[in-house]
């Protein structure tokens, strides 16, 4: 009994891998962003049908550094380096707004389609596309849902527009939410996020 019990939680935890390098590649391949997504469609392509199989967030993210680090290599570094630079300016731009740096640039998984994405930190949601329409910078609206903590979400303001043949991506939140990060969709934990000057350090421990 239990021998068997364990050969079928191996067996699931293959599974489990399996999904979770399928999804990988068709996020660094197929440009598909949405872990949920990349997990169901892997296990679509693999046949695999129970929900037991589907591997966490946090095991896709592992699983995506694998493949860039396999396949990628020296082009994923060169794409994540220039994300990283443009993101430092964008943030020297935004400084008004207490602006952050999130998601795959800051995390290291960015590749050659990934958007710098920024939180930017106001009570005021207009005070955002004025500041761009003052600096000339078209920009497309958009929402998205956030939890800020276990029991909070709502849709913030987005705005996206072109830099430097990259896009960036703007997330408005109100002023209080700079005390503690949004939570992750990759593992239910406050987002990781840098500052300007946290960012700055961080491309100059990469120079060493």
């Given at each position: 009994?239990?021998?068997?019990?364990?050969r079928?939680?191996?067996?699931?935890?293959?599974?489990?891998?399996?999904?979770?390098?399928?999804a990988a590649?068709?996020?660094s391949?197929g440009?598909?962003?949405?872990?949920?997504m990349a997990k169901?469609?892997?296990?679509?392509?693999?046949?695999?049908?129970d929900?037991?199989s589907?591997?966490?967030?946090?095991?896709?993210?592992e699983?995506?550094?694998?493949?860039?680090?396999?396949?990628?290599?020296?082009?994923?570094e060169?794409a994540?380096r220039?994300?990283?630079e443009a993101?430092?300016?964008?943030?020297?731009?935004?400084a008004p707004?207490?602006?952050?740096?999130?998601?795959?640039?800051?995390?290291?998984t960015a590749?050659?389609?990934?958007a710098?994405a920024?939180?930017l930190?106001?009570?005021?949601?207009?005070?955002?596309?004025?500041?761009?329409e003052?600096?000339?910078?078209?920009?497309?609206?958009?929402?998205?849902?956030?939890?800020?903590?276990?029991?909070?979400?709502?849709d913030f303001?987005?705005?996206?527009?072109?830099?430097q043949e990259?896009?960036i991506?703007?997330?408005?939140l109100?002023?209080?939410?700079?005390?503690q990060?949004?939570?992750s969709?990759?593992?239910?934990?406050?987002m990781?996020?840098?500052?300007?000057?946290?960012?700055?350090?961080?491309?100059?421990?990469n120079?060493?």
């Amino acid at each position: 009994m239990h021998h068997a019990r364990q050969r079928a939680e191996g067996r699931t935890r293959e599974r489990r891998m399996r999904v979770a390098r399928e999804a990988a590649r068709l996020m660094s391949e197929g440009g598909i962003g949405d872990f949920r997504m990349a997990k169901l469609k892997a296990a679509e392509r693999l046949g695999i049908h129970d929900d037991a199989s589907l591997p966490r967030n946090r095991e896709v993210e592992e699983a995506l550094r694998e493949h860039q680090r396999l396949f990628l290599g020296a082009s994923q570094e060169d794409a994540l380096r220039v994300r990283r630079e443009a993101a430092l300016e964008a943030l020297e731009f935004f400084a008004p707004f207490d602006p952050r740096l999130v998601g795959p640039v800051l995390e290291g998984t960015a590749d050659a389609n990934a958007a710098v994405a920024l939180h930017l930190y106001v009570d005021d949601e207009d005070a955002v596309p004025r500041f761009l329409e003052e600096h000339g910078i078209p920009a497309t609206a958009r929402s998205r849902r956030l939890r800020l903590d276990r029991s909070r979400s709502g849709d913030f303001p987005v705005w996206i527009f072109s830099a430097q043949e990259l896009t960036i991506d703007v997330t408005v939140l109100p002023h209080l939410a700079l005390r503690q990060a949004p939570l992750s969709s990759v593992d239910e934990k406050p987002m990781r996020r840098a500052s300007a000057a946290q960012l700055r350090l961080l491309l100059e421990e990469n120079d060493r």
